[in-house]
Each structure stands twice: as C-alpha cells, then as structure tokens.
C-alpha cells in the first residue's frame, strides 16, 4: 500500500515538471538585420558646389579602356598650366619661358646660321682673286688714260691733255708698285700681332650690325637706281654691301685677323681689345678696297672715252675715274702706315695698364 502511494507521487511530480516546461516562453530570437539601403531616407540628389568642385577634380569613370589615364593626364596638364600661370604672375619663370626675349633669341640663333652659312665662304682666294683683277683693270686705266688724253687734244686742238695723261700713269705705276708691295707686309703685320677679347658679344653684335647694313644698303640701292635710272647709284650700294658683308664675316670669325677670346681679360684689355680689332679690320679689308676701286676706276674711264667720242666731249667721268684709281692705288700703303703707327699707341698704353701688376709681381718676390 505504502509502495503505490509513492509511485502515485513520483508519477505526480514528473507530470508537473513536464507540464512547467511547456508553459515556459519560447527562446527569443535575434531580431533580423534590417535593411539599411532599403529602410534609409533617400539621399538629396540636387546638385551642389561641394559636389560640383569634386565631380571636376575626379575625372569621370568609364568602361571604355584608356579612359582614366586619358583623363589623368588632361588634369595633370590643366595643373601645370594654372602653376605656370601662377608662377607668370609671380615673377618667377624661367629665362625661356615668357621672359620677352624671343627676339633676341630669334638673333642669336640667326647669328649661328649665319656662321654655318658664312663657314664656306673662300674669302682668301676671293681677295686674292679680286687684287689680281685690281692688277689688270690699273694696267687697262693707263691705258685708257692716255686715250682719254690723245681724244682731249684732239677735240680741243690742244697739248695740254697728253702731258696731264702721261703723269697720271706714272703716278698711277708708282702707286700700284707700293700697294703691291704693302699689301703682304701689312697681312704680315696683322698675323704677328695678337690681340684679346673677353666674350664674342662685340664681335656678335659687329656682326649682325653690319649683315642688316647689307641687306639695306643693297635692296635700298637697287631701288633707288631703278628710280633714278642711275647705274652709278646702284654701283655704290653694290659696294657699301659688299664691304659690309666682309665686317660681318670678320667679325663671325675673328680668327682670321689673330684676335681671340679669353674670358680672363680685364677691362683695360678689352678696350685695347676693340682698339686693334678696328684698325686689322682696316687692313684686311685693304685688298677689297684695292681691287674694287681699281676696277670701278677703270670702268669710269672707259665711259669717260666713250664721252669723248659725243656731242659733249666732256664728262666728270674722267676726273672722278682718276681720283678713285689713284685713292685705291695708295690705300694699302696708307693703311700699312696707319696701322704701324695705331699700333704703336696700342703698346704703349698697354704698357701703362700693364705697369702695376709687373710692379706688384717685383714687391712680391722681393
């Protein structure tokens, strides 16, 4: 009896247990993530400045290969350029970049081609060459100056023209015997005599100076020869240019008068520098001078004969023809004489410039 009553109670209690763990509340789950694009308020699409100064920084995407880089590179460029521009205003540029000397630039390269151009020019054997012709138009002058005086006494039945005619060429003989012989000593003189500069910026701007004289003097002169319908004009400015091409090409290759360039000179050096290279610019241009006036001078005579045989029988053709083969004929020994005499003055003040660093050499040994 006892033993039924307990199993009723055990049976009692496991029934009570089971039944409190029905009653208790399911377990609560964790609540879902909620979705934070679809729960979001929507965002404000309206355009903004901030939104706008980004959009134009950033380059926009593309699918298209190349895109990016492409447009990389554009905004690298549009940066420097508003950092050259910055730079511009400030002040800072460097010397080839918007500094205002594209034409001095322009000059300088027009100087080199002018160089390279002048590199082959044969300008010795064109000298050479030009003092041979000078040799046989002053033989063709005497010549021509006796015709010029037998046609005078002729036409005006008088003597008085042969004796003039016949001095003129002995005068004209001995003036050419002395430039012959002048010629050479002073090119001789010219090469033993050193002379120093300290940049080629004179020498460049000599140069240039003398090119643009050229051009003017022989474009100028043509037209106004053909306007005044003078051969003579035309002559003249044919000569002016030439002689300006021979300084600019001297003045290009400052080798050819034994003058060079030391960035060591002083002052003092250089201006004696200039002083020398004036004068040997004088003697090289001797044979020029010598060559063309003879040339041109027998030229006048000749016409000077013709005029004889017109109804005139008069022309300043004669005397200006004498006058020019007679300054032609005594230019290189004149220019010889000069350059002797310049040059001495130039050593002599060079000795003077000289004096006190000998002086200061002395003290210091002593």
Request: aromatic residues 8%; charged residues 15%; glycine residues 8%.
């Amino acid at each position: 009896m006892s033993e039924s009553t307990e199993k009723a109670k055990d049976q009692k209690k496991t029934d009570s247990e089971n039944n409190d763990i029905d009653k208790k509340p399911a377990a609560k789950k964790a609540p879902l993530k909620k979705d934070t694009a679809s729960d979001a308020p929507a965002a404000d699409t309206s355009p903004s400045p901030s939104s706008d100064a980004a959009a134009a920084d950033t380059p926009p995407s593309s699918d298209k290969p190349g895109f990016s880089a492409r447009a990389t590179a554009a905004g690298d460029a549009v940066k420097r350029a508003a950092c050259r521009t910055k730079e511009w205003s400030a002040g800072h540029l460097g010397p080839e970049q918007c500094d205002g000397l594209i034409v001095v630039r322009m000059m300088e390269r027009f100087i080199e081609r002018m160089r390279a151009a002048m590199a082959a020019t044969p300008v010795d054997p064109v000298l050479d060459r030009l003092v041979h012709y000078g040799n046989l138009a002053a033989l063709a002058a005497m010549a021509l100056a006796l015709v010029y005086g037998l046609l005078g006494a002729v036409r005006h039945v008088v003597f008085a023209p042969i004796p003039r005619a016949i001095g003129f060429v002995l005068l004209l003989a001995a003036f050419q015997y002395a430039a012959n012989k002048f010629m050479g000593a002073g090119r001789h003189l010219m090469t033993s005599t050193p002379s120093r500069l300290s940049s080629t910026a004179f020498l460049n701007t000599v140069a240039l100076v003398h090119a643009v004289a050229a051009v003017v003097f022989l474009v100028g002169g043509i037209l106004l020869a053909v306007q005044q319908r003078s051969f003579a004009v035309m002559i003249s400015a044919l000569v002016i240019a030439l002689v300006a091409y021979g300084i600019a090409f001297i003045s290009l290759y400052p080798d050819r008068i034994n003058v060079t360039v030391n960035p060591d000179v002083g002052a003092g050096e250089e201006a004696l520098g200039i002083l020398s290279f004036a004068v040997k610019l004088v003697v090289r241009l001797i044979p020029f001078v010598y060559g063309v006036g003879m040339i041109i001078g027998a030229l006048a005579l000749l016409g000077a004969c013709l005029s004889r045989l017109g109804p005139l029988g008069y022309s300043q053709l004669g005397q200006q023809g004498s006058l020019l083969l007679l300054l032609a004929a005594a230019f290189p020994f004149a220019g010889y004489l000069f350059f002797v005499l310049y040059q001495l003055a130039l050593d002599v003040l060079r000795s003077i410039i000289m004096l006190p660093g000998k002086l200061d050499a002395l003290n210091a040994r002593k």
